[in-house]
Structures are given as C-alpha cells and as structure tokens.
C-alpha cells in the first residue's frame, strides 16, 4: 500500500523511468550518454588510487560485506550495494567527475555505479543499461532543475545525497525492469533516504553525499523490487515531501517540462582534470601562464593574483592542501603547482607534491586568491608579477567541458588512456572505449573488464 494523495509529478517520472528505451533515445542525446559513461569509468578507474579508497572499502567490507559485483580497479569484489558505494567514491575521489552546474550536483557517481550493480544482479543487457543511465542522468539533472536551489543551498544541503539518490533509484529501477508502480516506489524510498550538508565541506564526508546516493537508490530499487512502496508525492507533498522538506516548494512543473522532448542532461559539464569545480577555470589559465613562463618553475615571478566568483571563493579561497581532498579545492596549491612546472594529473595532489617546501612557501606568501561579486560561476582569471617588470594575466570566461565550451571524446579518451596508466584494469583504454561504444548490441560484460588483473590489487 502506497501511502498521500497521488502526486502527478511523480507518476510522470516514474512512467518515464519504466518506459524509456534505447532506440527512443535521439542520436545526439545517445552520444552524450556515452560520453558521460567513458568519463565516469575513467574517474572510477583512476580513483582506485585515491588516498581515502582502501581505508573506506576496510570499513564497508565490514558492513556490507563480500559478493560477487565488481569494484573498478581491482580484483576484489563486493555484495551490491558496497559494490555501488566504491564505485560512487572512487568516481569522485579525485574530484574530477560531471557537475551540474545549476544544482551544484555530481551525477554519475550516483547513477552509473547503482546501474552497474543492479545490472548485474539482474542480467540486464547493453541497451538496458544505456536506457537505465539514461533514466539516471535525465532525472537527477530534471530534479537538480526545479529544486529551486537558492533556497536548498540556504538551508544548507548538498545535493548529490539529496536529489541524487531518487535519480539513481530510477535508474536502478529501470535496469531492473521495474512498472511505473515499482519505479514510483523506488522513487519514493530513494527520497526517504535523501541527506547531506555543506557541513561537510573539506571535509572526506563530502565525498560519502555520492556514495549515499548511490547506494541509497540501490537499496530502494530493490526494495521496490520486492515489493516495498512509499509515499505517493514524495517529491511535492507540502508535509515533509523532498521539495518543501528541503526547499521552498521548489518548481515541480520544470522537473516535467518538456520530459522525453528536451534534454537537461547536456547541461552536465565533464572535468578534463582533477580539482574541484571552483578551479578548473583557475587551473587552466595557470597551464596557460606556465607554458608562457617556459618552466621556469617559479624563477622570476614576483606575485600571482587569482580572482574567481563570490561562490567559487568560499570553496577554494582559503583552502590548504596539507590532505590530498583539500589540495583538490585549494586554488592556491593548484596555481603554485602548475607553475612549477607539474603535470595536471592526479598525481600532482599525492604527499610528496604536495609537501613541496619551494611550491608550498611560494603559494602561501606569493599567491593571492580574491573574489570578485561579479565575475560569473565558472570564470577565473590569473596574473603574475614579474620581475623583469612584465604582467602577464589570462581569463576564462567558464571552464572546459561546461555546456558553452564542451570536450569531445577524444578529451575524455585521453583522460581514460591517463586513467589506465595510473591503475591496470582486465581490459585497457581501447578495449573499453570500444565495448561502450557496442554496449547497445552486446551482452553487459563491461565490468568484468573494469576489475584489475588477478593479484594486482592496489
């Protein structure tokens, strides 16, 4: 028994999540779930290497403990839903995954481990997992959408835990093959378990909002699955449904608007390199300005100014590196580190960079990171004093991989080949770029290809 009124709203998303298929899907909106996929391998690839990722699978082993689904990167293997969680963190472990900008919300960590797992719990093949991401991606982006987030971040809450545990509790419901009336259960359960604050900032916490996501949507698939329901309006109930608990009632129309017509997911802006959202326009004026000083490694600059939006400022202002998460987010690190001379990759936020006396001195007194009320969200601007009595600045107006400046799949190929190089996978970089390409006509083997060589565990 469901329990509330019927939410209208509700029913349209959980008919879209049940219904969906494949070759529904238009051809451009089909490459962009593509694309979005190969980035999140790649990111889940590369975040087996993260600092935090053996210390949260020890914990989780203990919780949820061993099974059969895969975890990127490794050999070992997990029950489902630790399986879901691994995979949502290492996704966003180097802090290089999707943003929705509009929401401030990360979505494939969420969605593409939770289909991963219930995929292979069920069976699904490729054209189901592709309609189930697809599901996921659109949703999470929708809700993001007409969360009304002035008011959501104003109370405080972070939304990948919030809004994207319903986004992935859809899509987990759709890999399972789930009715509107499972998929309207899952949507409600995934909503029950929606959590996490900017409380957390700085903090790994931060990162366990993705993970919660994750694997709550896991959890309410597949409750939904046996049979389990909740509340009918969930998402718009005035007593305690997710858009007024969490927001000020939000704008439910724009969640449905245009839904199977207009797509919200190409609004998702990748990450090429590692670093928070907040400094990815500041990191590439930095390459810019070190390719110009010509690896001089901070021979002859005599100050740099940095100046990023109000927003971007309260995230990466003021933040030190002494931890690889906060080195992530510090605008200082990065700058100082690139103009070193350092390769923007993953490696540039280990200890041993990061604990770099001549980088970290020139950071701290040299470095001067301000913000400016009306420079736009994505923007960034640097410029170095030098001592020769030349200044030299550059400006980004947003980041690469933003819906205004996209990347191609050559960019995220080249972030998948990096992220193989870092961490040994069953198959490489071309091995499964291909098989996502194939994933529609072809039986879901992927994760088996994502799993590290037996007895190469990092």
């Given at each position: 028994?469901?329990?509330?009124?019927?939410?209208?709203?509700?029913?349209?998303?959980?008919?879209?999540?049940?219904?969906?298929?494949?070759?529904?899907?238009?051809?451009?909106?089909?490459?962009?779930?593509?694309?979005?996929?190969?980035?999140?391998?790649?990111?889940?690839?590369?975040?087996?290497?993260?600092?935090?990722?053996?210390?949260?699978?020890?914990?989780?082993?203990?919780?949820?403990?061993?099974?059969?689904?895969?975890?990127?990167?490794?050999?070992?293997?997990?029950?489902?839903?630790?399986?879901?969680?691994?995979?949502?963190?290492?996704?966003?472990?180097?802090?290089?995954?999707?943003?929705?900008?509009?929401?401030?919300?990360?979505?494939?960590?969420?969605?593409?481990?939770?289909?991963?797992?219930?995929?292979?719990?069920?069976?699904?093949?490729?054209?189901?997992?592709?309609?189930?991401?697809?599901?996921?991606?659109?949703?999470?982006?929708?809700?993001?959408?007409?969360?009304?987030?002035?008011?959501?971040?104003?109370?405080?809450?972070h939304a990948p835990g919030v809004i994207g545990a319903v986004g992935a509790a859809l899509a987990a419901a759709r890999v399972l093959g789930l009715d509107a009336d499972g998929a309207g259960g899952a949507l409600a359960l995934g909503a029950a378990q929606a959590a996490g604050t900017f409380a957390a900032l700085g903090s790994e916490e931060v990162k366990l909002h993705q993970v919660n996501g994750s694997r709550s949507g896991l959890m309410a698939a597949l409750l939904a699955a046996?049979?389990?329901?909740?509340?009918?309006?969930?998402?718009?109930?005035?007593?305690?449904?997710?858009?007024?608990?969490?927001?000020?009632?939000?704008?439910?129309?724009?969640?449905?608007?245009?839904?199977?017509?207009?797509?919200?997911?190409?609004?998702?802006?990748?990450?090429?390199?590692?670093?928070?959202?907040?400094?990815?326009?500041?990191?590439?004026?930095?390459?810019?300005?070190?390719?110009?000083?010509?690896?001089?490694?901070?021979?002859?600059?005599?100050?740099?100014?940095?100046?990023?939006?109000?927003?971007?400022?309260?995230?990466?202002?003021?933040?030190?590196?002494?931890?690889?998460?906060?080195?992530?987010?510090?605008?200082?690190?990065?700058?100082?580190?690139?103009?070193?001379?350092?390769?923007?990759?993953?490696?540039?936020?280990?200890?041993?960079?990061?604990?770099?006396?001549?980088?970290?001195?020139?950071?701290?007194?040299?470095?001067?990171?301000?913000?400016?009320?009306?420079?736009?969200?994505?923007?960034?601007?640097?410029?170095?004093?030098?001592?020769?009595?030349?200044?030299?600045?550059?400006?980004?107006?947003?980041?690469?991989?933003?819906?205004?400046?996209?990347?191609?799949?050559?960019?995220?190929r080249e972030k998948l080949e990096r992220a193989t190089r870092s961490v040994r996978t069953v198959a490489g970089a071309d091995a499964v770029a291909t098989a996502v390409k194939g994933l529609a006509d072809s039986p879901f083997d992927l994760p088996a290809m994502l799993a590290a060589p037996a007895g190469c565990e990092r």
């Open positions: 028994m469901r329990f509330g009124a019927p939410g209208a709203i509700e029913e349209e998303l959980a008919s879209f999540a049940a219904g969906l298929r494949w070759d529904a899907v238009p051809d451009a909106i089909g490459s962009r779930v593509l694309l979005l996929l190969t980035d999140a391998l790649a990111n889940g690839i590369a975040g087996r290497a993260a600092e935090g990722t053996a210390r949260l699978e020890d914990a989780l082993l203990r919780i949820d403990g061993s099974g059969d689904t895969v975890v990127f990167g490794t050999d070992r293997r997990g029950a489902p839903l630790l399986a879901a969680a691994m995979n949502a963190y290492q996704i966003t472990a180097f802090t290089m995954c999707d943003v929705y900008r509009p929401a401030l919300c990360h979505v494939t960590p969420e969605v593409v481990p939770a289909v991963f797992a219930a995929a292979q719990g069920s069976g699904a093949d490729g054209r189901s997992v592709l309609a189930a991401l697809t599901v996921g991606l659109e949703l999470t982006a929708r809700l993001g959408r007409g969360l009304g987030y002035a008011s959501f971040r104003r109370r405080g809450f046996g049979g389990v329901r909740g509340a009918q309006a969930a998402l718009t109930s005035a007593d305690g449904g997710l858009l007024h608990a969490y927001s000020d009632g939000g704008m439910p129309d724009r969640i449905v608007s245009g839904l199977g017509h207009e797509w919200e997911l190409e609004r998702i802006s990748l990450r090429p390199r590692p670093g928070s959202s907040s400094v990815q326009s500041v990191g590439e004026c930095a390459s810019e300005l070190a390719t110009a000083l010509e690896g001089r490694a901070l021979r002859g600059v005599r100050a740099v100014r940095v100046v990023v939006p109000e927003s971007a400022y309260v995230m990466c202002g003021a933040t030190s590196w002494d931890e690889e998460l906060s080195a992530l987010q510090s605008a200082r690190y990065l700058v100082g580190a690139l103009l070193y001379g350092w390769p923007w990759w993953v490696e540039l936020f280990d200890v041993e960079h990061r604990s770099n006396e001549q980088v970290g001195v020139f950071a701290r007194e040299q470095i001067d990171v301000v913000a400016d009320p009306g420079m736009p969200v994505g923007a960034a601007a640097v410029s170095a004093e030098l001592d020769d009595g030349r200044r030299l600045e550059i400006e980004r107006t947003c980041a690469l991989g933003d819906p205004d400046r996209p990347v191609g799949e050559a960019d995220v």
